[in-house]
């Protein structure tokens, strides 16, 4: 379950969808431009000026005109007739930054080329992410020749957290004379993942974490140069006589030789605690907003902890998801990463989940959006220490 939570991913048009882009359904429509509506307003004037005082040169122009117009949605027309557009969707997504989505734009006509298309996203998820997506610059494309196919390419910025799903691309031209602007509305669902901002700890933070202050020290299972014990074995040849068992030697004729364990890397074991109600954090705030920054908690100190050399896990309390285990690598952050994108805070609370006994010789956090709990791990941690913990820029 977790890695096909860190790779939800669908190519729009694949995957279990089989529907060929010349079956998807396609809504047409043109939008006269402000251009267009000074055009129309100057051709109407003409035409009235050549009815009341008839004029070859007047009825010349207004046929000209008026010519135009019916050129203008016809090349349009026809021209997108044959366009279809694959989106291939980012892997993965971050609030706040920004991500790049990629189209291939295919002219189907065998004839006829298509000249300054522009896409974007018609709907996006709930209205926020709707005008999240509409206040980015759309992908433009200056020419498809005919059978041939191109990439273009725009940029978007995730507002929240969590599954965005995507459900038709508006592709428009006003080729040739920006009077008319024929638009054609692609069936393209695809679902993103947006994964949690992550934010540096500050220095204080940190550089407990690194010393060990708050313990997490592992020792791993087999022998080293650590200090601990680990075991006995017989004397090996080259073996030091600093590592001899000499109290065992008194009823052996053999040597035998101490053996150290090595350690291992730092461990740390955070616990994202969801049990509280909604209800129950009023009183501090916001819910959804102090669940948030819980999960922006959770994300910043699980990436620090892994770029200084700790192995991480996480459960989480009060929701449906996996536990992942203590582990360290960019696939296990991404594991991670994806299981806090893909929490619903809109489900049930489980009030009667335990936290799982965390391993000895790690570091044991709990962050949760109320108040910090007393004696539930070594490091407790709230959303109201969220800018004590976290580097948080402020505006200017």
Request: a positive charge; proline letters at 6%; charged letters at 25%.
């Given at each position: 379950?977790?890695?096909?939570?860190?790779?939800?991913?669908?190519?729009?048009?694949?995957?279990?969808?089989?529907?060929?882009?010349?079956?998807?359904?396609?809504?047409?429509?043109?939008?006269?431009?402000?251009?267009?509506?000074?055009?129309?307003?100057?051709?109407?004037?003409?035409?009235?000026?050549?009815?009341?005082?008839?004029?070859?040169?007047?009825?010349?122009?207004?046929?000209?005109?008026?010519?135009?117009?019916?050129?203008?949605?016809?090349?349009?027309?026809?021209?997108?007739?044959?366009?279809?557009?694959?989106r291939?969707?980012?892997?993965?997504?971050?609030?706040?930054?920004?991500?790049?989505?990629r189209?291939?734009?295919?002219?189907?006509?065998?004839?006829?080329?298509?000249?300054?298309?522009?896409?974007?996203?018609?709907?996006?998820?709930?209205?926020?992410?709707?005008?999240?997506?509409?206040?980015?610059?759309?992908?433009?494309v200056?020419?498809?020749?005919?059978?041939?196919s191109?990439?273009?390419?725009?940029?978007?910025?995730?507002?929240?957290?969590?599954?965005?799903?995507?459900?038709?691309?508006?592709?428009?031209?006003?080729?040739?004379?920006g009077?008319?602007?024929?638009?054609v509305?692609?069936?393209l669902?695809?679902?993103?993942?947006?994964?949690?901002?992550?934010?540096?700890?500050?220095?204080?933070?940190?550089?407990?974490?690194?010393?060990?202050?708050?313990?997490?020290?592992?020792?791993?299972?087999?022998?080293?140069?650590?200090?601990?014990?680990?075991?006995?074995?017989?004397?090996?040849?080259?073996?030091?006589?600093?590592?001899?068992?000499?109290?065992?030697?008194?009823?052996?004729?053999?040597?035998?030789?101490?053996?150290?364990?090595?350690?291992?890397p730092?461990?740390?074991?955070?616990a994202l605690?969801?049990?509280?109600?909604?209800?129950?954090?009023?009183?501090?705030?916001?819910?959804?907003?102090?669940?948030?920054?819980a999960?922006?908690?959770?994300?910043?100190?699980?990436?620090?902890?892994?770029?200084?050399?700790?192995?991480?896990?996480?459960?989480?309390?009060?929701?449906?998801?996996?536990?992942l285990?203590?582990?360290?690598?960019?696939?296990?952050l991404?594991?991670?990463?994806?299981?806090?994108?893909?929490l619903?805070?809109?489900?049930?609370r489980?009030?009667?989940?335990?936290?799982?006994?965390?391993?000895?010789?790690?570091?044991?956090?709990?962050?949760?959006?109320?108040?910090?709990?007393?004696?539930?791990?070594?490091?407790s941690?709230?959303?109201?220490?969220?800018?004590?913990?976290?580097?948080?820029?402020?505006?200017?």
């Amino acid at each position: 379950m977790a890695d096909s939570v860190a790779a939800l991913s669908t190519k729009s048009g694949g995957g279990a969808s089989t529907t060929s882009p010349r079956r998807r359904s396609r809504r047409y429509r043109y939008r006269i431009r402000l251009s267009g509506i000074l055009y129309l307003l100057v051709t109407v004037l003409i035409g009235l000026a050549a009815a009341t005082r008839p004029n070859n040169l007047l009825v010349w122009i207004f046929g000209l005109l008026l010519g135009s117009i019916l050129v203008s949605g016809a090349v349009s027309g026809f021209m997108l007739m044959r366009v279809t557009v694959e989106r291939l969707d980012p892997r993965r997504a971050v609030v706040g930054e920004a991500t790049t989505i990629r189209y291939e734009v295919r002219n189907e006509s065998r004839r006829r080329s298509a000249f300054a298309l522009r896409i974007r996203e018609r709907r996006v998820g709930t209205a926020e992410e709707c005008e999240s997506i509409a206040d980015s610059s759309p992908a433009w494309v200056v020419h498809v020749g005919p059978r041939e196919s191109v990439h273009a390419e725009t940029e978007w910025t995730p507002a929240q957290r969590g599954r965005v799903t995507f459900t038709e691309v508006e592709v428009g031209s006003s080729f040739p004379f920006g009077l008319l602007e024929k638009l054609v509305w692609l069936a393209l669902p695809g679902e993103v993942l947006v994964h949690p901002r992550s934010l540096p700890l500050r220095d204080e933070v940190l550089a407990a974490i690194q010393s060990g202050r708050f313990g997490g020290l592992d020792l791993a299972r087999r022998p080293g140069a650590g200090e601990d014990y680990f075991g006995v074995r017989e004397y090996r040849p080259g073996d030091s006589i600093r590592q001899v068992a000499w109290k065992r030697l008194a009823g052996l004729d053999q040597l035998a030789i101490i053996e150290r364990s090595s350690n291992g890397p730092p461990r740390l074991a955070i616990a994202l605690d969801l049990r509280t109600p909604p209800e129950r954090l009023r009183e501090l705030g916001e819910p959804r907003d102090l669940e948030e920054r819980a999960i922006v908690l959770v994300a910043s100190l699980a990436r620090s902890a892994m770029q200084s050399g700790f192995e991480v896990g996480l459960e989480v309390l009060g929701l449906e998801a996996p536990r992942l285990p203590v582990r360290i690598g960019h696939r296990h952050l991404e594991r991670l990463m994806g299981t806090l994108a893909a929490l619903d805070l809109a489900q049930r609370r489980r009030a009667e989940a335990v936290r799982t006994p965390t391993e000895s010789r790690t570091l044991a956090v709990t962050i949760q959006p109320g108040r910090a709990g007393a004696g539930e791990s070594e490091w407790s941690i709230s959303s109201s220490q969220f800018e004590r913990i976290l580097q948080v820029e402020t505006p200017a």
